[in-house]
Protein backbone atom coordinates (compact mmCIF):
# COMPACT_ATOMS: atom_id res chain seq x y z
CA UNK A 1 0.00 0.00 0.00
CA UNK A 2 1.97 3.17 1.11
CA UNK A 3 5.73 3.58 0.67
CA UNK A 4 5.94 6.39 3.01
CA UNK A 5 9.16 5.33 5.19
CA UNK A 6 9.88 6.55 8.99
CA UNK A 7 12.77 6.01 11.25
CA UNK A 8 13.11 5.18 13.94
CA UNK A 9 10.30 3.09 14.50
CA UNK A 10 10.82 3.31 18.49
CA UNK A 11 12.64 6.29 20.45
CA UNK A 12 13.00 6.35 23.53
CA UNK A 13 14.03 9.74 25.56
CA UNK A 14 14.23 11.29 28.90
CA UNK A 15 12.42 14.21 29.67
CA UNK A 16 14.19 17.19 28.51
CA UNK A 17 16.37 15.22 25.70
CA UNK A 18 15.65 15.98 22.27
CA UNK A 19 13.43 13.42 19.82
CA UNK A 20 14.40 13.55 16.25
CA UNK A 21 12.29 11.05 13.74
CA UNK A 22 12.75 11.42 9.92
CA UNK A 23 10.07 10.68 6.88
CA UNK A 24 10.71 9.77 3.26
CA UNK A 25 8.02 10.47 1.62
CA UNK A 26 6.15 8.77 -1.43
CA UNK A 27 7.89 9.48 -4.62
CA UNK A 28 6.73 12.07 -6.29
CA UNK A 29 4.80 13.25 -3.52
CA UNK A 30 5.99 16.68 -2.73
CA UNK A 31 3.02 17.42 0.19
CA UNK A 32 4.18 15.89 3.55
CA UNK A 33 2.08 16.15 7.02
CA UNK A 34 2.79 15.21 10.59
CA UNK A 35 0.24 14.15 12.90
CA UNK A 36 0.44 12.90 16.76
CA UNK A 37 -1.77 9.83 17.74
CA UNK A 38 -1.85 9.69 21.18
CA UNK A 39 -3.01 6.51 23.65
CA UNK A 40 -6.20 7.70 23.03
CA UNK A 41 -6.36 7.36 19.17
CA UNK A 42 -6.83 11.07 19.51
CA UNK A 43 -5.23 12.57 16.60
CA UNK A 44 -3.46 16.32 16.13
CA UNK A 45 -2.29 17.71 13.34
CA UNK A 46 1.48 19.50 13.59
CA UNK A 47 2.66 20.76 10.09
CA UNK A 48 2.63 19.82 6.58
CA UNK A 49 5.26 21.10 4.05
CA UNK A 50 4.51 21.27 -0.33
CA UNK A 51 8.10 20.74 -1.02
CA UNK A 52 10.08 22.75 1.35
CA UNK A 53 7.22 25.06 1.96
CA UNK A 54 5.49 25.13 5.77
CA UNK A 55 1.33 25.40 4.80
CA UNK A 56 0.24 24.94 7.99
CA UNK A 57 1.31 24.11 11.66
CA UNK A 58 0.24 24.53 15.25
CA UNK A 59 1.09 26.26 17.98
CA UNK A 60 2.49 23.76 19.42
CA UNK A 61 4.46 23.34 16.47
CA UNK A 62 6.00 26.47 16.73
CA UNK A 63 7.38 26.10 20.24
CA UNK A 64 9.19 23.02 21.21
CA UNK A 65 8.54 21.21 18.40
CA UNK A 66 10.37 22.21 14.63
CA UNK A 67 10.07 20.53 11.03
CA UNK A 68 11.78 20.66 7.90
CA UNK A 69 11.70 19.15 4.77
CA UNK A 70 14.68 19.69 3.22
CA UNK A 71 15.17 18.90 -0.77
CA UNK A 72 16.80 15.85 -1.15
CA UNK A 73 16.96 14.46 2.21
CA UNK A 74 14.55 12.94 4.25
CA UNK A 75 11.72 14.97 6.31
CA UNK A 76 12.14 15.54 10.25
CA UNK A 77 10.20 16.37 13.10
CA UNK A 78 12.50 16.97 15.65
CA UNK A 79 10.84 18.11 19.76
CA UNK A 80 13.83 20.18 21.20
CA UNK A 81 13.13 19.28 24.86
CA UNK A 82 11.34 16.19 25.54
CA UNK A 83 8.01 15.70 27.98
CA UNK A 84 6.32 12.84 29.28
CA UNK A 85 3.09 14.42 27.40
CA UNK A 86 5.04 13.58 23.86
CA UNK A 87 4.88 9.95 24.40
CA UNK A 88 2.49 9.20 21.10
CA UNK A 89 2.89 8.10 17.78
CA UNK A 90 4.01 10.62 15.16
CA UNK A 91 2.74 9.43 11.76
CA UNK A 92 4.11 11.20 8.63
CA UNK A 93 1.76 10.94 5.61
CA UNK A 94 2.31 12.15 1.94
CA UNK A 95 0.29 12.94 -0.70
CA UNK A 96 0.46 14.44 -4.18
CA UNK A 97 -0.22 18.18 -5.30
CA UNK A 98 -3.67 19.56 -6.01
CA UNK A 99 -6.72 19.41 -4.44
CA UNK A 100 -6.07 19.84 -0.43
CA UNK A 101 -8.30 16.69 0.09
CA UNK A 102 -5.67 14.41 -2.16
CA UNK A 103 -5.50 10.96 -0.59
CA UNK A 104 -2.79 10.80 2.16
CA UNK A 105 -0.56 7.81 2.66
CA UNK A 106 0.84 7.02 5.81
CA UNK A 107 4.14 5.64 7.27
CA UNK A 108 4.33 3.42 10.05
CA UNK A 109 4.60 6.05 11.99
CA UNK A 110 7.35 6.47 15.26
CA UNK A 111 6.62 5.81 18.77
CA UNK A 112 8.01 7.93 21.08
CA UNK A 113 8.46 6.90 24.95
CA UNK A 114 9.27 10.11 26.85
CA UNK A 115 10.34 8.37 30.50
CA UNK B 1 -14.65 23.47 12.82
CA UNK B 2 -14.90 20.23 12.28
CA UNK B 3 -16.10 17.11 13.55
CA UNK B 4 -15.87 13.52 13.24
CA UNK B 5 -17.58 11.27 15.28
CA UNK B 6 -17.46 7.00 15.49
CA UNK B 7 -19.83 5.51 17.98
CA UNK B 8 -19.01 2.47 17.96
CA UNK B 9 -15.81 1.63 20.08
CA UNK B 10 -15.34 -1.95 18.91
CA UNK B 11 -17.58 -4.04 16.79
CA UNK B 12 -17.06 -7.71 15.76
CA UNK B 13 -18.09 -10.15 13.20
CA UNK B 14 -17.66 -13.94 12.00
CA UNK B 15 -15.48 -14.68 8.55
CA UNK B 16 -17.03 -14.30 5.76
CA UNK B 17 -19.90 -11.80 7.51
CA UNK B 18 -20.59 -8.29 6.01
CA UNK B 19 -19.68 -5.37 8.27
CA UNK B 20 -20.86 -2.46 8.98
CA UNK B 21 -18.91 0.87 10.45
CA UNK B 22 -20.61 4.08 11.06
CA UNK B 23 -19.44 7.70 10.92
CA UNK B 24 -20.98 10.85 11.10
CA UNK B 25 -19.22 14.90 10.95
CA UNK B 26 -19.87 18.06 11.11
CA UNK B 27 -18.30 20.31 9.19
CA UNK B 28 -18.98 23.58 7.11
CA UNK B 29 -17.06 23.01 3.71
CA UNK B 30 -19.17 22.83 1.02
CA UNK B 31 -16.45 20.87 -0.74
CA UNK B 32 -14.69 17.88 1.04
CA UNK B 33 -14.16 14.32 1.57
CA UNK B 34 -14.15 11.43 3.80
CA UNK B 35 -11.62 8.89 3.85
CA UNK B 36 -11.74 5.32 5.60
CA UNK B 37 -8.11 4.13 7.11
CA UNK B 38 -7.40 0.91 8.71
CA UNK B 39 -4.78 1.12 11.40
CA UNK B 40 -2.47 -2.28 11.93
CA UNK B 41 -1.61 -3.15 15.27
CA UNK B 42 1.60 -2.28 14.18
CA UNK B 43 0.72 1.76 13.73
CA UNK B 44 0.58 1.56 10.16
CA UNK B 45 -2.52 3.13 8.93
CA UNK B 46 -3.73 1.90 5.36
CA UNK B 47 -5.68 3.58 3.22
CA UNK B 48 -8.86 1.55 2.14
CA UNK B 49 -11.50 4.07 0.40
CA UNK B 50 -12.91 7.77 0.08
CA UNK B 51 -16.08 9.58 -0.50
CA UNK B 52 -16.10 12.94 -2.39
CA UNK B 53 -18.77 15.16 -1.33
CA UNK B 54 -20.06 16.26 -4.73
CA UNK B 55 -20.73 12.62 -5.80
CA UNK B 56 -23.65 11.33 -4.76
CA UNK B 57 -23.23 7.62 -6.28
CA UNK B 58 -21.30 5.55 -3.12
CA UNK B 59 -17.86 4.42 -3.77
CA UNK B 60 -17.14 0.88 -3.95
CA UNK B 61 -12.91 -0.50 -3.70
CA UNK B 62 -12.91 -3.74 -3.62
CA UNK B 63 -14.36 -5.13 -0.33
CA UNK B 64 -14.98 -1.87 0.65
CA UNK B 65 -17.60 0.08 0.26
CA UNK B 66 -19.40 2.89 1.51
CA UNK B 67 -23.04 4.21 2.49
CA UNK B 68 -22.67 7.97 1.94
CA UNK B 69 -25.96 9.75 3.07
CA UNK B 70 -24.73 13.58 2.89
CA UNK B 71 -28.22 15.09 3.98
CA UNK B 72 -27.96 13.25 7.55
CA UNK B 73 -23.69 13.78 7.78
CA UNK B 74 -22.96 10.12 8.32
CA UNK B 75 -20.98 7.36 6.07
CA UNK B 76 -20.87 3.70 6.85
CA UNK B 77 -18.00 1.71 5.66
CA UNK B 78 -18.82 -1.87 4.28
CA UNK B 79 -16.79 -4.38 4.30
CA UNK B 80 -17.93 -7.37 2.71
CA UNK B 81 -17.01 -11.22 3.58
CA UNK B 82 -14.99 -10.00 6.54
CA UNK B 83 -12.12 -12.20 6.88
CA UNK B 84 -9.48 -12.59 10.34
CA UNK B 85 -6.66 -10.25 8.06
CA UNK B 86 -9.16 -6.94 8.42
CA UNK B 87 -8.92 -7.31 12.45
CA UNK B 88 -7.94 -3.81 13.10
CA UNK B 89 -9.07 -0.07 14.13
CA UNK B 90 -11.27 2.17 11.34
CA UNK B 91 -10.85 5.32 11.32
CA UNK B 92 -13.05 7.85 9.54
CA UNK B 93 -11.05 10.83 8.25
CA UNK B 94 -12.78 14.78 6.91
CA UNK B 95 -10.96 16.89 4.67
CA UNK B 96 -11.79 20.26 3.67
CA UNK B 97 -11.23 22.37 0.85
CA UNK B 98 -10.10 25.26 2.27
CA UNK B 99 -7.81 23.64 5.68
CA UNK B 100 -4.55 22.81 3.48
CA UNK B 101 -5.64 19.14 3.64
CA UNK B 102 -5.16 17.97 7.03
CA UNK B 103 -7.76 15.01 7.96
CA UNK B 104 -9.49 15.61 11.07
CA UNK B 105 -10.28 11.91 12.45
CA UNK B 106 -12.22 10.28 14.68
CA UNK B 107 -12.11 8.02 17.95
CA UNK B 108 -11.49 4.62 15.42
CA UNK B 109 -13.63 1.44 15.82
CA UNK B 110 -11.48 -1.76 16.62
CA UNK B 111 -12.96 -4.55 14.68
CA UNK B 112 -12.04 -8.17 15.25
CA UNK B 113 -13.33 -10.72 12.62
CA UNK B 114 -13.49 -14.41 14.23
CA UNK B 115 -12.09 -16.87 11.66
Known amino acids: NSKVIQTPRYLVKGQGQKAKMRCIPE?????VFWYQQNKNNEFKFLIN????????QIDMTEKRFSAECPSNSPCSLEIQSSEAGDSALYLC?????????????FGPGTRLLVL | AQRVTQVQPTGSSQWGEEVTLDCSYE???????IFWYRQLFSGEMVFLIY??????QNQRSGRYSVVFQKSFKSISLVISASQPEDSGTYFC????????????FGDGTVLTVKP
Open chain 2, 93 to 104: ALSGNTNTGKLT
Open chain 1, 27 to 31: KGHPV
Open chain 2, 27 to 33: TSEYFYR
Open chain 2, 51 to 56: QPSFDT
Open chain 1, 49 to 56: FQNQEVLQ
Open chain 1, 93 to 105: ASSLAGAPQDTQY
